[in-house]
T-cell receptor
Framework: GDSVTQMEGPVTLSEEAFLTINCTYT??????LFWYVQYPGEGLQLLLK?????DKGSNKGFEATYRKETTSFHLEKGSVQVSDSAVYFC?????????FGKGTRLHILP | DAGVIQSPRHEVTEMGQEVTLRCKPI?????LFWYRQTMMRGLELLIY????????DSGMPEDRFSAKMPNASFSTLKIQPSEPRDSAVYFC?????????????FGEGSRLTVL
């Protein structure tokens, strides 16, 4: 079945460092891809999305590009802030179901 | 506008007791999802409904778990009898079924502890 694999955390970086969180997927069709973020004590919220190959989603300085040839959707940010500390989930949507990766916890040190 | 509303936010119960978690989706949304989050297994889809009808319950762990959606504005997830391994955060989420690329809106979760 469809699945999402993302790098295990926690990831610890200093403020202003470059961030990459890897995500790969398996799907039988042509899914839409998402990154969600979860702050402590809250539910998940959408960070960005891409609906077809080569699309780039972006929001709040984060970016991810839908790479069909490598079945990947890596999350990047050029300069992270302490406020970016959270858990990040890669997800795919094919049909009605939305499948999430296990999440990557990110710690940003001041 | 109110988001997805879940209750209770926290529940502590003893093994063998019945647990009922509640969810009110965003008005106008016709797809509702129940997820379970644990450190070991991450975020697991338990069941989802379209237009109040259960579509896929293959993620429900076992017969102790049941979910209902009697109307468009209310859903319950019931565990009877509860066991310590059911301890987790349970999330409800909703969206408009007609937009499969659209955002899924989550509630704040119900943290369940079974002693």
């Amino acid at each position: 079945g469809d699945s999402v694999t993302q790098m295990e955390g926690p990831v610890t970086l200093s403020e202003e460092a470059f961030l990459t969180i890897n995500c790969t997927y398996t799907a039988t069709g042509y899914p839409s891809l998402f990154w969600y973020v979860q702050y402590p004590g809250e539910g998940l919220q959408l960070l960005l999305k891409a609906t077809k190959a080569d699309d780039k989603g972006s929001n709040k300085g984060f970016e991810a590009t839908y790479r069909k040839e490598t079945t990947s959707f890596h999350l990047e940010k050029g300069s992270v802030q302490v406020s970016d500390s959270a858990v990040y989930f890669c997800a795919l949507s094919e049909g009605d179901k939305i499948i999430f990766g296990k999440g990557t916890r990110l710690h940003i040190l001041p | 506008d109110a988001g997805v509303i879940q209750s209770p936010r926290h529940e502590v119960t003893e093994m063998g007791q019945e647990v009922t978690l509640r969810c009110k989706p965003i008005s106008g949304h016709n797809s509702l999802f129940w997820y379970r989050q644990t450190m070991m297994r991450g975020l697991e889809l338990l069941i989802y409904f379209n237009n109040n009808v259960p579509i896929d319950d293959s993620g429900m762990p076992e017969d102790r778990f049941s979910a209902k959606m009697p109307n468009a504005s209310f859903s319950t997830l019931k565990i009877q009898p509860s066991e310590p391994r059911d301890s987790a955060v349970y999330f409800c989420a909703s969206r408009w079924q007609g937009d499969r690329t659209g955002e899924l809106f989550f509630g704040e979760g119900s943290r369940l502890t079974v002693l």
